[in-house]
């Protein structure tokens, strides 16, 4: 048996903006629904949707057939946890709040075997290995795996040259909500501080060869970012299209005053 096709790594180096969707609701049956939709790649939050590792390999297993490209985001780069959702069969992680290059240097580690890095052997009780139908997975697995760091905090950016330049990182992904609230504009991803900050990152992540992408549900901000040169870019998140659209269709029927407003993070 191949090796897996990594989609979403291949794509990195496509000419065409790669647009995603942020999958929150941790299960199967909705990751499945989001998959079919024509997305290039969705985005399964184990940093801030209750995920664990058994239904993340549920909604990778969900979506299997899709053309989407499933990235994970991994609530820490804690290498057992990395371990883990690469043996059920992650291909690409993304791993929040990296501040140093050093940092980077140790996820880069945790993705790969000795002797290049730490990552333990699970062999035929994994997904990954598609329990040893793999040829040559231990030596190969690297080919198809693809590491992207967040850089979303004030020494970040600072490090974000250094960070990018780092062997085994393929892509810097932009936390705009993170990076506001850290630079004191809380909620405002548009202030002129932050959005300085956001094209330094982008611009430093792309002088380093490297690919860059971001969350921007809002349209205008996704087409500035586009513009700046980000690649791929999540333009939309399942959960709060769910919440929009019920809020809109209710203030179809009811008084205004009695419809929820919603609030945004972005
Ligand atoms: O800082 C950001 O922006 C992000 O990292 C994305 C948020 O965590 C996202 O979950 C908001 O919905």
Same mark, same amino acid.
């Given at each position: 048996? *191949?090796?897996?096709?990594?989609?979403?790594?291949?794509?990195?180096? $496509?000419?065409?903006?790669?647009?995603?969707?942020?999958?929150?609701?941790?299960?199967? /049956?909705?990751?499945?629904? @989001?998959?079919?939709?024509?997305?290039?790649?969705?985005?399964?939050? +184990?940093?801030?949707?209750?995920?664990?590792?058994?239904? @993340?390999? *549920?909604?990778?297993?969900?979506?299997?057939?899709?053309?989407?490209?499933?990235?994970?985001? $991994?609530?820490?780069?804690?290498? *057992?946890?990395i371990k883990q959702l690469l043996d059920v069969g992650a291909q690409t992680l993304m791993i929040p709040m990296v501040e140093t290059a050093e940092q980077a240097q140790a996820l880069v580690r945790a993705m790969r075997y000795p002797p290049h890095g730490i990552r333990g052997v699970g062999g035929g009780l994994t997904r990954a290995t598609?329990?040893?139908?793999?040829?040559?997975?231990?030596?190969?697995?690297?080919?198809?795996?693809?590491?992207?760091?967040?850089? =979303?905090?004030?020494?970040?950016?600072?490090?974000?040259?250094?960070?990018?330049?780092?062997?085994?990182?393929?892509? @810097?992904?932009?936390?705009?909500?993170?990076?506001?609230? +850290?630079?004191?504009?809380?909620?405002?991803?548009?202030? !002129? =501080?932050?959005?300085?900050?956001?094209? /330094?990152?982008?611009?430093?992540?792309?002088?380093?060869?490297?690919?860059?992408?971001?969350?921007? !549900? *809002? =349209?205008?901000?996704?087409?500035?970012?586009?513009?700046?040169?980000?690649?791929?870019?999540?333009?939309?998140?399942?959960?709060?299209?769910?919440?929009?659209?019920?809020?809109?269709?209710? $203030?179809? /029927?009811? =008084? !205004?005053?009695?419809?929820?407003? !919603?609030?945004?993070?972005?």
């Amino acid at each position: 048996m *191949n090796m897996p096709h990594n989609a979403f790594k291949a794509a990195l180096t $496509a000419k065409h903006t790669q647009y995603g969707i942020w999958a929150g609701f941790t299960s199967g /049956y909705a990751a499945e629904i @989001v998959a079919g939709t024509g997305y290039d790649w969705m985005l399964i939050d +184990g940093e801030h949707a209750p995920n664990s590792v058994p239904s @993340v390999l *549920n909604q990778l297993q969900a979506v299997a057939p899709y053309a989407t490209a499933p990235v994970v985001r $991994a609530v820490t780069g804690d290498a *057992n946890l990395i371990k883990q959702l690469l043996d059920v069969g992650a291909q690409t992680l993304m791993i929040p709040m990296v501040e140093t290059a050093e940092q980077a240097q140790a996820l880069v580690r945790a993705m790969r075997y000795p002797p290049h890095g730490i990552r333990g052997v699970g062999g035929g009780l994994t997904r990954a290995t598609r329990w040893d139908g793999v040829a040559n997975y231990l030596t190969t697995a690297h080919q198809e795996l693809c590491l992207i760091v967040q850089v =979303e905090s004030r020494t970040g950016v600072e490090n974000v040259e250094a960070i990018a330049a780092v062997e085994g990182v393929d892509a @810097v992904f932009i936390g705009p909500a993170d990076l506001s609230i +850290g630079l004191g504009h809380a909620g405002n991803p548009g202030h !002129p =501080e932050v959005q300085a900050r956001i094209q /330094y990152a982008v611009n430093a992540t792309l002088a380093a060869g490297k690919a860059c992408g971001i969350l921007a !549900p *809002n =349209e205008e901000d996704a087409r500035r970012y586009q513009g700046w040169g980000c690649q791929f870019i999540a333009v939309a998140i399942d959960i709060s299209l769910l919440r929009q659209s019920a809020i809109a269709t209710l $203030a179809r /029927y009811r =008084e !205004p005053a009695a419809v929820q407003a !919603p609030s945004r993070t972005y």
